[in-house]
T-cell receptor, first 113, second 116 residues
């Protein structure tokens, strides 16, 4: 399984972009990178995932390096409601119908006014 | 996006009671459901994986006779904490996935279990 490494915490100014790095140097060619976040006392929320190409949705952008050993999640205009723990995960395939997510420590993002 | 409903959101009960937590996928067929536990200030820990119509696969150290999992349909999985004790107090969270393995799992809002 591909282990991920994230900084433990990060502060961000409201209205500015938040760039969250993740290292996954042992990722294999067919493994995706997923990002989730957990706001206090709630279940994790899916943000975005990608394989090789950069991805963008209504929540965030995901930039994956060409060698796929690292990625960056970008929250374009952080709001106070984006304060959460952000997890970068490379799942383990357990069955044909599902992948196992291993949650590490994540990055605790605090958006400040 | 996909919706996973978890019920109840909070339970407080006496030691020795058995507690059932339901996890429902509301708008998709969840061929696989996962159950996690999260203690204060810690990350989520996977307890077990269940596939519809088959026995759950438990992670190392998780007692299958204490944490009973049933996944009888493509939209419902239940976790029963049997004879709960104070050390079982935790935040229990389910997630649901589809047969399309690269589609993301979606999580319920969790159940906070407090055993007195």
């Amino acid at each position: 399984d591909a282990k991920t490494t994230q900084p433990p915490s990060m502060d961000c100014a409201e209205g500015r972009a938040a760039n969250l790095p993740c290292n996954h140097s042992t990722i294999s060619g067919n493994e995706y990178v997923y990002w989730y976040r957990q706001i206090h006392s709630q279940g994790p929320q899916y943000i975005i995932h990608g394989l090789k190409n950069n991805e963008t949705n209504e929540m965030a952008s995901l930039i994956i390096t060409e060698d796929r050993k690292s990625s960056t999640l970008i929250l374009p205009h952080a709001t106070l409601r984006d304060t959460a723990v952000y997890y970068c995960i490379v799942p383990i395939r357990v069955t044909a119908a599902g992948n196992k997510l291993t949650f590490g420590g994540g990055t605790r993002v605090l958006v400040k006014p | 996006g996909a919706v996973v409903s978890q019920h109840p959101s909070r339970v407080i009960c006496k030691s020795g009671t058995s507690v059932k937590i339901e996890c429902r996928s509301l708008d998709f067929q969840a061929t696989t459901m996962f159950w996690y536990r999260q203690f204060p200030k810690q990350s989520l820990m996977l307890m077990a994986t269940s596939n519809e119509g088959s026995k759950a696969t438990y992670e190392q150290g998780v007692e299958k006779d204490k944490f009973l999992i049933n996944h009888a349909s493509l939209t419902l999985s239940t976790l029963t904490v049997t004879s709960a004790h104070p050390e079982d107090s935790s935040f229990y969270i389910c997630s649901a996935g589809t047969a399309y393995s690269n589609q993301p799992q979606h999580f319920g809002d969790g159940t906070r279990l407090s055993i007195l």
